[in-house]
């Protein structure tokens, strides 16, 4: 089971066991992906997954906030339902994404309930992936979706740090697999 760290003792440009982006990234194949980073950082300095993966992978990192440009990582201001292109990835990536932001976009941002959204987004995740592709997410709060719920929507549960049909961790590394 993953350690529970707060923020505040996390070093986000220290990979290690405390950070999150430590288990993202141990958690993908060594070979060459293509990576899709989802709200990757709305700047330089919250961009740290995405510079360390493209390190070894391509990486396009979006978020609402990112200024756009770059060839790797490159990054597009966009948001995950917006985000269109014909490319398919080997992975979509995420840290802290599912939980608060999810909760908070469909709370106060979307009016619907955190549920809908996530499985709207996970809908939009999975056309994203190129068959037998990895969705690998970070969480530090809830996550409203089951197992149930993740494998009508086309995916294989592969790593979860509770596994009970109910996704209620603190925190904790989720990694799917397209079906």
Known sequence: MLQSFKNSDINFE?????NPYFYVINAL?????KILDIACGREHKYQILSRE???HHSVTGIDIECKSGGNNPKF???SVEDFETKEKFDAVVSTYFFGYVTHDWATYGLNHTAKDYEVRIMKKIHGLLKPDGLSVHYM????????????SLGFVVLKFPNPVDL?????????????
């Open 167 to 179: 996704f209620r961790v603190e925190d904790g590394l989720c990694v799917l697999k397209k079906r």
């Open 140 to 151: 530090n709060e809830p996550w409203t979706l089951t197992v149930s719920d993740l494998e």
């Open 53 to 55: 993966l493209a390190k």
């Open 29 to 33: 194949p060594s070979l060459r992906m």
């Open 76 to 78: 597009i201001r966009a």
């Open 14 to 18: 220290k990979i290690d066991g405390k």
